[in-house]
């Protein structure tokens, strides 16, 4: 029997398919197992959440604000094993991971906090009309493994706040922490209001074609965001897909590379690279391209590598063998295509999915460390000449995720409007925040998530028409 079990209709499952292994990255041994759901519990998790919905979509918004913020203390109270499970099954150092759970917390609370205004587009002797906003019916939530217990969070509070009811799905790669979230909130929410089935191959794929599902909340990547979008055809399910980038930071000519040399690392390398809106591609202009190469290195080799619960470690494993496959392969290749390895660029000979944070100096445009989203440990520098190639270079990909611009400030934000993006950093990258909406643009999806904008985007609208 697994350890954590599924809550379905506010009761512990086990799957009744086999159990799943989930692997600690930090010595690739099993850390624990997870139940597989049938798509029989998935239909069951449906049933159960549409049976809630009329229940919980009727209550006053105080009294789920009420819910919401017992999730926030239960999380709270909690925090420790909490993390403890993400640094065993994600890989994370435990600072991260707490960080990640304080997030949790955080989010929920401010999301709780958020007044959805009722809008008035005509207020006259003889009529009035307004706007309000109704909740979907069941919302399907499907995470990644890179932040999972954080953007679980993201995905299910806006949908409950709003009056809906969930089911989520975890990755198969991290289940273990959303099992218990969900464990836990079995003594918080009525039974059927949030569902975590967990499983692999091919539930999410029956969840994307579920008529029952009214909207799905996916955070991966775009050709699963593509086939999902396929899917959802078949009831128009409302779909909200945040399906990663490959964000471009400039610095500016002339720009103080030891204010800025911190901060490029750090958005580049948070937790291990893993991160949809991580700085990905960095464009330098040729005077200053060595300079920063080595400032860059000098802070990676700083960098303590190891389990991410042992003393001391910043940095800790890729999460998975697949992802860490790719991210020597882009390595390599750049390396045979004529760029400067300065700092990492070697995997240790140890059990684990450890890979040193690299600099891959004198990349180029059609490295495929340049072109693709490698989500890892890895950071190719550019030279360019003129900050108008630098652009034209920033926008050449298919996604537009997140962008940003290093150096004065005025000269910055000029730009900012160039960059093909959802959101622009100016002296900074990767900060996503409770208050504001965060989405991406091109290939990167659609729709956002944080603040009113995001909160609305797990409602309807509807126009009432008023004739006094
Ligand atoms: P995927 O993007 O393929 O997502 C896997 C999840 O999607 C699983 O839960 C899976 O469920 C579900 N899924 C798969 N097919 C469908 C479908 N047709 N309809 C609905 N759900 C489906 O993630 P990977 O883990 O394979 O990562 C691949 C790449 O995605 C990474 O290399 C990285 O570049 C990027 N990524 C981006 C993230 C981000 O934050 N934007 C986060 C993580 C990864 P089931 O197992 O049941 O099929």
Known sequence: ??????????????????????????????????PVASIAQLNKAVESAKAAYPQWSALSQVQRDGYINKIADVIEQNASELAEIIVKEQGKPMQLAQMEVGGAV????????????????????????????????????????????????????PALRMGNTVVLKPSELTPINTLKLGQLLQDVLPAGV??????????????????????????????????????????LKRLTLELGGNDAGIVLPGANLDAIAEGLFATAFINMGQTCAALKRLYVHESQHDELCQKLADIAEKQVVGEGSADGVTFGPVQNSQQLEKVIALVEEAKQQGATIYA???????????????IVGNAQS????????????????????????????????????????????????????????????INGHAEVLPHAPFGGCKMSGFGVEFGLEGLLENSLLQVVNINK
């Not at 990492?344 to 690299?358: A, N, Q």
């Not at 290093?406 to 959802?422: H, I």
């Open 194 to 235: 949030l569902n975590v089935v967990s499983g692999s191959g091919d539930v999410g794929r029956a969840m994307s074609e579920h008529k029952d599902i009214n909207k799905l909340v996916f955070t991966g990547s775009t050709q699963t965001g593509q086939n999902i979008m396929q899917a959802a055809a078949t009831n």
């Open 106 to 157: 955080a989010w929920t609370r401010h999301t709780a906090s958020i007044e959805v205004p009722v809008e008035v587009y005509e207020d006259s002797e003889n009529k009035r009309i307004e706007g309000r906003r109704k909740s979907i019916g069941v919302v399907g939530s499907i995470t990644p493994w890179n932040w999972p217990l954080m953007i679980a969070i993201w995905h299910i509070i």
């Open 366 to 425: 059609g490295m495929r460390v340049v072109e693709e989203e490698q989500f890892g440990p890895v950071l190719p520098v550019i030279k360019y000449t003129t900050v108008a190639d630098a652009v034209a270079a920033a926008n050449s990909v298919e996604v537009g995720l997140g962008g940003s611009v290093w150096g004065d400030v005025e000269q910055a934000s000029e730009l900012a409007s160039k960059l093909e993006c959802g959101s622009v950093w």
């Open 1 to 34: 029997m697994n350890q954590f079990g599924m809550t379905i209709d506010g009761q512990t499952v086990q799957g009744e398919m086999p159990s799943c292994i989930v692997l600690n990255p930090a010595n690739e041994q099993e850390a624990f197992t997870a």
């Open 344 to 358: 990492g660029g070697v995997r240790p000979d140890k059990p684990g999915y450890f890979f040193p944070p690299t």
